[in-house]
């Protein structure tokens, strides 16, 4: 078994999304969402503080460079957004993730949690996106990965 403070990186990989989930202790700290589907490329994205939306697109068919529109949801900055997430949805996860030993079935399940967490915290200001991100998890195959954070700096590098 692992120390008491280990941090893991779970990835949760597809077709036309990822997920990174930043785990510690089996709780949830930070999160990465990225679709890229029919031309609709996004990245979702929060920690304990916030959540950032990122929407990228070509202004029109000449254009060559990508243009992000960026949308950030106010948390109170005395709450963890996260809090309420991992005391009441992480709990079911947290052995299986000690153990990496979580299957496909149960990391689309945290994925749709998680989304369905977010469009609430966001009152309903991420719906259209969410939704995207929740019919390809529901659709697709995926691929389940456990990580250590190095591993994922290394490729970051």
């Keep these: 078994m692992e120390g008491k403070n280990d941090w893991v990186v779970l990835e949760i990989d597809s077709h036309s999304f990822s997920a990174i989930l930043n785990l510690s202790d089996g709780q949830l700290i930070s999160f990465?969402?990225?679709?890229?589907?029919?031309?609709?490329?996004?990245?979702?994205n929060g920690a304990g503080v916030g959540i950032a939306i990122d929407r990228y697109y070509y202004m029109d068919e000449d254009d060559k460079e990508k243009t992000v529109e960026k949308i950030d949801f106010d948390i109170p900055e005395d709450k963890d957004l996260l809090e309420k997430f991992n005391k009441t949805i992480m709990k079911q996860y947290k052995e299986k993730i000690a153990k990496r030993e979580i299957r496909e079935s149960e990391a689309k399940q945290l994925l749709?949690?998680?989304?369905?967490?977010?469009?609430?915290?966001?009152?309903g200001g991420a719906i259209g996106l969410i939704e995207k991100v929740e019919s390809a998890v529901k659709s697709e195959n995926?691929?389940?990965?456990?990580?250590?954070?190095?591993?994922?700096?290394?490729?970051?590098k």
């Design 32 to 44: 990465s969402v990225d679709f890229d589907e029919d031309g609709d490329n996004f990245t979702i």
């Design 112 to 123: 749709l949690e998680l989304l369905d967490y977010i469009n609430n915290v966001t009152k």
């Design 142 to 156: 995926i691929k389940v990965e456990f990580r250590r954070p190095e591993e994922v700096l290394e490729v970051i």
